[in-house]
Structure formats: structure tokens, C-alpha cells
């Protein structure tokens, strides 16, 4: 791998930069696989798996090699999520800023494919997630990756940055993961180094710029915003923070770290740097600051959500063991579930947003036959009233390639288990059955090789 020398001379002189170790870094060594594990689906994994602990994240874990996660049933269960080690630096800020029960309003700007916005949902248990994604294609890998990881408290938008001025002072948290020239993936994805070049920088600056002065004005006074690129360039990391700082109304947000974990503490601050010859990880910036400047949430007017009829509401309450705490309501003719407390909140953003999800999907009425969603079944918790299977690896394999199956199964609905990680539905009608795993999530294959 040969490195635009111009990249190299901008980073002379950074703390932490080492010209030859960088080089070695990148040109003698491969990225190291790690995996975050999802507190509320706790699994047993493959004993295979020589696993380590990620320093900075406490559900993070290195694996000794990468193995072929698409056929581990667990990965579609949503046991765990691949991420990057370095971005799950994001928990330990969050560690040191917010308890896991803080009832606050979470924007993750840029979400897709969703590394973060389950880092985010996974953590806090009582706060609203919007998981924004401006590019159309990259919203169903982002909505995917939020079902499988089984909670109920995340929004699914599709919007630019600019659309979310109509909510001043909305949000507590604001993660901007911006869209960045990318140097940070060099070992990853070395094509990436081809493609890089100093106008690509600073395009991605003007868009870096242009994307929070959208965004900022939704961030309330004393608000977190969470500011990464995987860039090296200075130019997308700390000039654009000190210009948040400088124009912007932000101040930097003290976090205390370890020595011993290789992260860098910029001459920026409030600012961190991951060089892959310092620490397992790939290259990543991240800044924390804080709101100053007044913006008071006014919230305009908001949207009634659809009602279910009562008869229709006992029917979903009764059969999937539902509390007062959860709110039912109607969308494109499907039944959905959201916390109570988060209602007038989704109200609110429907009035200025594109809601692609909200919640999860309890299922739908076909007459009187009620038929359950998968996003029920991906959710985390007990399913008590539903009949469970459990499979082998061969018979999980074959459902998630939603093969026909041969099993002793109770007529009707019936949900499958490998290992207690619950996989999806099949129904059993007559001498028939139907596997009801999402087409789109497939396996499309089933042998290695």
C-alpha cells in the first residue's frame, strides 16, 4: 500500500503522529476484527472464538481471526453487531456523560448501517433514538440492523440535516458520524486509498460544515454533541471542531482516559485521535462538546398518530402480554408499539420528518387472523404464549435461507430458537410450513467456500 504522500505531510507534527510507525502500521499489518455484544440478547457464541476485551467499551471484543459471521445464527439474531473497535469509544464517552436510564432525546445524524445507533439503543434503556439517514438505498441495512437488535425505543428517519431545523432545541444528544474522505479505512478497504485526494478533503469539509449548521439548531442549550469522522485529515477533525467552538456556540467537553489505551488526546480540545499504530483499532477522530447558546424546544404542532380500535387494542394487548406502559397505534395498515413516554415526541417529529419506522411492528389483522411481525420476534424479552422451537445449526441455517423445514411443530405460529436466541416465525398449516423469515434478510449462501 503506497500512502498519498500529501496525507503524510499534513499530519506532521499531530500528537501521537509517527511517520514510519504509521507507514508499518498500514503496509505490515491487517485490521484486527471485534464484535460489540448486545447486553439485552446475552449469548453463548462460538467457543471457536478467542475472544479479548476492547479497553474502552464493555460489551466490545476482539476475535483472534474473523470468522464467517453470515452463518452464525447469532448474528441474525442480533446477539451481537461487527463494528470497527475504535468507534466503540463512543460507550465510554457515554459512560462518563449520561446514566443508561436517562430519559433524553438521541439524534444519530448519519446512521447507516447502524453501528452506532445500536451502540446508542443498546445503552440508554428510556431515552427516543431518531436514527437519520439521508441516502434512501442505506435505510433498510439501517433498519435491519435496529429491529435485529431488539428495542423499542428508536425512530427510523430518511432526511437531510436541514429538515431537522424545524425542531429547535429538540435534542439532548446528537451523534454526526459526517461523510469524510475516509482515510481512516485505508487497511479496511484499500481501494479507499486510491480514490483519496486533497480536493475529496476539502469537499468533505464544505459538507462537514454545511451539515452541522443545519443540524446545530436542534441541539438544545447544554446539549452533547458528538462530532467523528474515520478521516485522518485535520481538516475534517480538529479545524472543523475548533470552528464549532470559535463560531458555533460549543465548548469542549472534558473526558478522562487511560493512558495505557494508545487513544491520543488532541492539541484540540475536547478531541480524540485512534492511529492504528498506537492501539487495535482503525483510524478515528471524535470530539465532545456542549451547547452554550440558548435554543428553548418549541414544539410547533405535531401530528395525532392513527388509532387502533379498542377491540382490535385488547386483542394485540392479550396476545403479546402487553402493559399500560406501551402505546399501540396504527401505520400502513400494520400495528405498531412504542413506549408511552415517547409519543408526543413522535408526534412531533412527524409533523417535519419522513418516519420510515417508529417502534416495532406487533403484526397485522387479516379478518380476524392475527398475524405477528417479525420486529415482535427480534425484540428483546421473554415471548411467553408463543410456542418455541429450538434447531440445530444445519435446521437454523436452512430457515435463515428460508428453506422448507421439516419439524415437529404446533399448529399455527410457531417462533424458532438456536441456542434460546429467538431467529423469526413459521406457521404451521394443515401439513404445510410456511417460513416467514424476511425474504430480503436471507441467506442467499448456505455452504462456505
Request: negative net charge; proline residues 6%.
Amino acid at each position: 500500500m503506497q500512502l498519498p504522500p500529501a496525507l503524510l505531510t499534513s499530519l506532521q507534527g499531530l500528537n501521537g503522529f509517527d511517520t514510519m510507525a504509521f507507514i508499518a502500521a498500514h503496509v505490515q499489518s491487517t485490521p484486527v476484527t471485534s464484535v460489540r455484544l448486545n447486553p439485552l440478547k446475552p449469548a453463548e457464541l462460538s467457543a471457536d472464538w478467542e475472544m479479548s476485551q476492547v479497553p474502552w467499551c464493555a460489551d466490545g471484543r476482539y476475535l483472534s481471526s474473523r470468522p464467517f459471521f453470515t452463518h452464525d445464527p447469532f448474528l441474525h439474531a442480533g446477539a451481537y453487531y461487527v463494528q470497527e473497535a475504535s468507534s466503540m469509544f463512543v460507550q465510554y464517552i457515554l459512560s462518563q456523560l449520561f446514566e443508561k436510564d436517562a430519559a433524553i432525546n438521541i439524534l444519530d445524524l448519519c446512521a447507516a448501517p447502524g453501528g452506532k445507533s445500536t451502540l446508542l439503543a443498546g445503552y440508554f434503556q428510556q431515552a427516543l433514538l431518531v436514527a437519520n439517514e439521508v441516502i434512501r438505498s442505506r435505510v433498510p441495512m439501517l433498519t435491519e440492523n435496529l429491529i435485529k437488535w431488539g428495542t423499542p425505543h428508536s425512530i427510523v428517519t430518511n432526511n437531510d440535516p436541514a429538515h431537522f431545523g424545524h425542531l429547535p432545541g429538540f435534542f439532548d444528544l446528537m451523534l454526526v458520524d459526517a461523510p469524510c474522505s475516509g482515510s481512516g479505512l485505508f487497511r479496511k478497504d484499500p481501494t479507499v486509498v486510491e480514490d483519496w485526494n486533497e480536493d475529496q478533503v476539502e469537499l468533505c469539509a464544505r459538507r462537514q460544515h454545511r451539515i452541522l449548521e443545519d443540524v446545530l439548531p436542534a441541539l438544545r442549550e447544554g446539549g452533547i454533541l458528538l462530532y467523528a469522522t474515520c478521516s485522518f485529515s485535520p481538516e475534517e477533525d480538529e479545524h472543523i471542531t475548533r470552528w464549532l467552538i470559535q463560531d458555533m456556540g460549543m465548548e469542549a467537553v472534558a473526558i478522562n482516559i487511560p493512558n495505557d489505551w494508545g487513544i491520543v488526546e488532541t492539541e484540540c480540545p475536547g478531541s480524540f485521535r485512534f492511529f492504528p499504530h498506537l492501539l487495535q483499532g482503525e483510524g478515528f477522530y471524535i470530539s465532545v462538546l456542549r451547547k452554550k447558546n440558548s435554543t428553548a424546544f418549541s414544539s410547533g404542532r405535531d401530528i395525532t398518530l392513527e388509532k387502533i380500535s379498542r377491540q382490535d387494542e385488547q386483542l394485540f394487548r392479550a396476545q403479546f402480554g402487553l402493559d399500560a406502559a406501551q402505546s399501540l397505534f396504527m401505520q400502513a395498515g400494520t400495528v405498531r408499539l412504542l413506549p408511552e413516554q415517547h409519543v408526543q415526541s413522535l408526534s412531533q417529529l412527524a409533523a417535519c420528518l419522513y418516519i420510515r419506522r417508529a417502534g416495532i411492528e406487533l403484526g397485522e389483522l387479516k379478518g380476524r387472523d392475527l398475524i405477528p411481525s417479525h420486529e415482535w420476534a427480534m425484540l428483546a424479552g421473554k415471548k411467553e404464549g408463543w410456542p418455541i422451537i429450538p434447531v440445530d445449526i444445519d435446521q437454523a441455517l436452512a430457515y435463515l435461507g428460508r428453506q422448507v423445514l421439516e419439524l415437529p411443530l404446533e399448529k399455527g405460529w410457531n417462533l424458532i430458537s438456536y441456542h434460546n436466541s429467538i431467529l423469526g416465525w413459521v406457521k404451521k398449516a394443515g401439513n404445510r410450513l410456511n417460513n416467514y423469515y424476511p425474504s430480503d434478510w436471507r441467506i442467499r449462501r448456505l455452504h462456505a467456500g
